[in-house]
């Protein structure tokens, strides 16, 4: 068994990246519970750890600690109670890209430090899921060479397609300098609003785009609620804080969507 790697990715802030990474992997556990899956945090701001209740500060090692070689990944994994083991991170990541760039003896394979480290569990999972950081780095480029596959996750607003753009001239670099077989699963609206009619418009703009370059949409967009923060606050995945939320079945619709389950 090799895990299939999924990284969740997009180069901007604020639309529900970790959300999705945290819900779609615990809903698939439920949905299944044979499967053995994995969420890794390559972003600096370490919400992995507190969607789980993990407090990211008081982490002896964390996923830059592998990165930089001084441990392996078995040694940081946390099994949480929900189905999904996480592999946590904190600030010291934002250290990442100055450590692997001023030490090219050290890391003579620049964007392969991850996909090197991830050997030493990607027989032990089905899913891993990668949460990226919110901007076009070297951590991002990673997670990405890394990846079979990567999911992007927009906030149906102005400007939102050119940064659609943006990530998917990064991904189309990847595929050119180190990972010629990552294919895009689709692109899925978050935070829709019921009453924003921009979303809509915006969502329709996105979808003929996405069709002109043969990347798929999801039909299931996630709404925006505030009980997810409050989740994240608790640190329960919104999937267990309150599953009747509209939000929280439209995660499960989801991961039923990207997973082809009835």
């Known amino acids: 068994m090799s895990a299939l790697i999924i990284s969740i990715s997009s180069q901007k802030g604020g639309v529900s990246k970790t959300t999705t990474s945290i819900n779609v992997s615990v809903a698939l556990a439920e949905l299944n519970r044979k499967l053995k899956i994995a969420v890794v945090d390559l972003d600096p701001q370490g919400h992995v750890a507190a969607s789980f209740a993990y407090n990211k500060s008081t982490l002896k090692k964390t996923i830059y600690d592998v990165l930089i070689g001084d441990i392996s990944m078995r040694k940081i994994g946390i099994r949480t109670k929900y189905g999904v083991d996480i592999f946590p991170s904190n600030t010291e990541l934002a250290n990442l890209d100055v450590d692997i760039t001023n030490n090219p003896e050290v890391f003579p394979n620049p964007l392969h430090v991850l996909h090197k480290a991830l050997d030493d569990i990607r027989e032990m999972y089905d899913y891993i899921f990668i949460d990226c950081p919110p901007s076009l780095t070297i ?3 990673n997670a990405l060479t890394a990846s079979n596959e990567v999911i992007i996750p927009i906030k149906c607003e102005h400007l939102s397609i050119d940064g659609l753009v943006d990530l998917l001239k990064t991904i189309n670099d990847v595929q050119k300098e180190a990972n010629p077989n990552l294919k895009i699963k689709g692109v899925v609206a978050t935070m829709m609003s019921s009453r924003g009619h921009l979303n809509g418009i915006v969502l329709q703009e996105t979808k003929v785009y996405c069709e002109k370059l043969g990347i798929h949409v999801f039909l299931n967009t996630v709404r925006n609620s ?31 969507e990207i997973f082809n389950y009835e």
């Open 139 to 141: 951590a991002t480029k």
């Open 226 to 256: 505030v009980r997810i923060a409050s989740a994240v606050g608790e640190g329960i995945p919104a999937i267990h804080f309150d599953r009747r939320n509209d939000a929280v079945q439209d995660y499960v619709k989801l991961t039923k």
